[in-house]
């Protein structure tokens, strides 16, 4: 994932205690993309509540936070109240955080698809209700005009092992993350016996696992 | 349908892809996460099957609306960090046996949270559990400590002393008035030292934890205190036990 820094936004807000100043000191004396701006040496600064290092995390992950709870939630202005829930989460937690949670990122993508599903399958009657929201397809994102050449470099890594699966691995794959369905929804919707599904989506991990590179 | 009905770990490892990917629900989830508490294996896939996933979360990757920053920070502004203390509230009792074995079973009971690891399962009345419990739960070292008062209120302590954190399970404490807190405190030697400070959800059940080291520690007892907490216990201990 790329680190966009906004730089300029760490300069608007006031600092707290010396990690704070400590941390901007450093930044400042250190190339944008130096190694402590890493997403798990900020998570590590904001569990001692340094608000710059959560302003600087908040740029690094938003938009894939955003993104998945999108894909899965849909409405923006739910997406936008989920996406917001999850930061505020984040920080509020970060005391408690631990590399055995798994990375930063991950820790991060883990509490956002969660909080995503929570809001879709408490919101299911409801939902099921109102036809027009009912959405049975894979989200097949839309491209980001805005996004840096890294983040659609990862991006294609990404469609490219997603693509390396067998056409039912990746439906599976994809109705659970990116359209929040639960097993026997994925089950459902594809018509196919729940076993088969389970064997599916972790074989397709398993595959995307193995290309993406991927360490817990 | 269920598989765990058969009960090898071939079965059973079978599910981390669907529990990385949040598809699970009802019982499946519940004996999936105590499946987790003693396999070490299975913890690792996990683990990695969620590192994938949010790799995945590259390809969705979408800006928000501009002011989402403000409104994120602002908020952030004002509030306060989860630390030491945590309290979460559940949504359903439990009940965990004097014994490892028994409260291992239980873990698919002690069903916890609406905390960070918080999954609403559907189906099922509505429970809630928390993976970050059913962790600590998972620590080889974990031991519960039944804490007993002599009014017939009790509490459970599930220790883990190689993770330095322990979590509070109770709804026989009640409610505590807004300016006063439950304390536990970590009895030893030198005395009682505050280990935490929490106090019972909005349904009157205690599910707290916090990051402690109780090394030196021979007994956990809880008090009420001034939410700011105290020195030293002001009032008779309720609940007590052996560490």
């Given at each position: 994932m790329s680190r966009r820094l906004r730089m300029s936004h760490m300069d608007q807000l006031r600092s707290h205690d010396g990690d704070v100043l400590d941390l901007r000191q450093r930044l400042r004396g250190v190339p944008a993309l130096a190694a402590d701006t890493s997403p798990d040496a900020l998570l590590v600064a904001i569990a001692r509540g340094d608000r710059e290092a959560f302003t600087l995390f908040y740029d690094q992950v938003i938009g894939r936070v955003y993104g998945v709870v999108r894909s899965v939630v849909r409405d923006p202005a739910q997406s936008e109240e989920v996406a917001q829930d999850v930061m505020l989460e984040l920080w509020r937690v970060a005391p408690r955080y631990e590399p055995a949670m798994g990375k930063a990122t991950t820790w991060t993508l883990t509490i956002a698809h969660r909080r995503a599903v929570d809001r879709v399958r408490s919101a299911q009657a409801s939902r099921e209700r109102d036809t027009r929201h009912v959405e049975m397809s894979p989200v097949e994102p839309a491209p980001d005009a805005a996004a840096s050449v890294e983040i659609q470099l990862d991006r294609e890594r990404v469609h490219r092992a997603l693509a390396e699966l067998t056409p039912s691995q990746r439906e599976s794959v994809e109705l659970a993350y990116f359209g929040g369905h639960s097993h026997s929804e994925v089950a459902a919707l594809l018509g196919l016996p729940l076993g088969t599904v389970k064997t599916r989506i972790r074989d397709g991990l398993i595959r995307l696992r193995d290309r993406l590179e991927v360490t817990a | 349908m269920s598989l765990f009905d058969e009960p090898d770990d071939v079965d059973v490892t079978g599910w981390a892809g669907l529990y990385a990917l949040d598809a699970l629900e009802g019982d499946d989830l519940i004996r999936f996460e105590a499946a987790l508490v003693d396999n070490d294996e299975l913890r690792i896939e996990v683990a990695e099957f969620r590192a994938t996933a949010a790799e995945l979360s590259v390809a969705s990757a979408?800006?928000?609306p501009p002011h989402l920053r403000a409104n994120v920070l602002d908020a952030?502004?004002?509030?306060?960090q989860h630390s030491p203390v945590v309290d979460m509230a559940a949504r359903r009792g439990a009940r965990l046996g004097g014994v490892r074995s028994s409260w291992m079973a239980a873990a698919a009971a002690l069903i916890v949270v609406a905390g960070v690891f918080g999954y609403i399962v559907?189906?099922?009345?509505?429970?809630?559990t928390s993976s970050e419990v059913a962790a600590l739960l998972a620590q080889p070292d974990a031991r519960l400590v039944p804490l007993t008062g002599s009014d017939g209120r009790s509490a459970q302590v599930v220790v883990s002393p190689s993770k330095q954190r322990l979590v509070v399970v109770s709804d026989q404490l009640g409610a505590v008035p807004d300016d006063k807190a439950y304390a536990l405190w970590a009895i030893g030697d030198q005395g009682p030292v505050l280990a935490g400070l929490f106090?019972?959800?909005?349904d009157g059940r205690?599910?707290?934890q916090v990051d402690v080291d109780l090394s030196g520690a021979q007994q956990l007892g809880v008090t009420v205190e001034p939410k700011g907490g105290s020195d030293q216990p002001t009032t008779p201990i309720?609940?007590?036990?052996a560490v």
């Open positions: - | 979408e800006e928000p952030v502004a004002s509030t306060r559907r189906g099922d009345g509505g429970t809630t106090r019972p959800g909005t205690v599910e707290s309720l609940v007590s036990g």
